[in-house]
């Protein structure tokens, strides 16, 4: 059986990097989207001072006027200094011309300056547009990533759950094997046939073993199976126990994670289809396995069973020093389990807790 990390790995490796992609443009974006800032900053900083600059040069501009109409007055009534003040005048005048050229090349700016802003601002709103939508993939995948986690918990449970009853499935054919070689041995100390044909099938396997001639090898299998074959008639299956391996331990994990300090929540092996089905009495091999592994993992004192993040659970609020869960099937095999601490990506996704 796939273990839980290669099913969360095979399941979320395309989403991860789609995932790491986005969370790249997001934050080439917002570098992007910062140096607009910086530069929409430096364009108002400009406008700014161009503006007063425009107002200090019509100030400028005024006083030179007012100083015009002063030399005018002075020219009516001072004719003698006409010449002088005319030179003046002309001389005025032209930088009266140079400040209006000023003043007309700085409104120009300004206005290029507004057109440039307004383009900006513009590049600004398809950018937060462009950040929100991107932000929004992040979301809708992270909430991929956390579904395929909990659909990966739940495939891991079906699995184990699947593995326990396939355990306990073979247990009938088994017993009645075991039960056919009970009375096969019991005959055998009974019945003088029955232990003539018994000692007579040992012999012939003791003889296939050693033999080295193999002609010797065939003759000792023929008669192996011969007495194989009368004694399978008179007790159906009893030989059949001699392949199957009893004592067989399989060994599984069960994760949890501590809630508080000291309180352990183990995911049973069990779906909360069966444990639904268990409340409205229904009876089946797989209410039966979750019956079994109730009783068994009833052994640790205070705990209790409860329904966590949708998920059959066993609460265990002391946690003692160790801890060994373990169920023992009538034919035998056992099926051990060993905690490991939930991944903390799944814990997330099933709790909906960061």
């Not at 979750?290 to 409860?306: M, P, Q, T």
């Not at 169920?327 to 990506?345: G, M, Q, T, V, Y």
């Amino acid at each position: 059986m796939a273990k839980l990390s290669d099913i969360l790995r095979e399941r979320t490796q395309e989403i991860y990097s789609s995932k790491k992609s986005t969370e790249e443009a997001i934050k080439r974006k917002k570098q992007e989207r910062k140096g607009k800032d910086q530069e929409r900053k430096q364009i108002y900083t400009e406008i700014a001072r161009k503006k007063e600059q425009a107002r200090t040069i019509k100030g400028e501009k005024k006083s030179a006027e007012n100083e015009l109409d002063a030399i005018q007055q002075q020219l009516e009534e001072l004719e003698q200094k006409r010449m002088e003040l005319m030179d003046l005048i002309f001389d005025l005048q032209h930088e009266q011309e140079e400040m209006e050229r000023e003043k007309t090349s700085l409104e120009d700016g300004i206005k290029e300056d507004e057109e440039d802003l307004r383009k900006l601002e513009g590049e600004i709103r398809v950018l937060d547009r462009e950040i929100e939508s991107l932000m929004h993939k992040r979301n809708g995948l992270e909430k991929m990533l956390n579904d395929e986690a909990r659909h990966s918990m739940e495939e891991y449970i079906k699995g184990l759950e699947r593995q326990l009853v396939k355990m306990m499935e073979v247990a009938p054919e088994i017993e009645q094997a075991r039960n056919a070689y009970r009375a096969l041995m019991k005959a055998k100390d009974e019945d003088p046939e029955i232990r003539e044909k018994w000692e007579a099938r040992e012999e012939w396997k003791h003889i296939y073993e050693i033999a080295q001639v193999q002609a010797v090898r065939e003759t000792a299998r023929i008669e192996v199976e011969k007495k194989n074959k009368e004694i399978e008639e008179a007790f159906p299956g009893s030989l059949s126990i001699e392949k199957i391996e009893e004592n067989e331990s399989v060994i599984f994990e069960l994760y949890y994670f501590e809630k508080d300090e000291g309180c352990l929540v183990v995911f049973m092996p069990v779906t909360c289809e069966v444990w639904n089905s268990i409340s409205e009495g229904e009876t089946g091999i797989r209410e039966e396995l979750a019956a079994r592994v109730f009783w068994s993992f009833a052994c640790i004192d205070e705990a209790s069973y409860d329904i966590r993040y949708g998920f059959p659970a066993l609460i265990i609020p002391n946690t003692p020093s160790s801890i060994s869960l373990s169920i023992e099937f009538p034919n035998e095999k056992k099926a051990e389990f060993f905690l490991e601490r939930l991944p903390d990506f799944i814990l997330e996704a099933i709790t909906g807790v960061n």
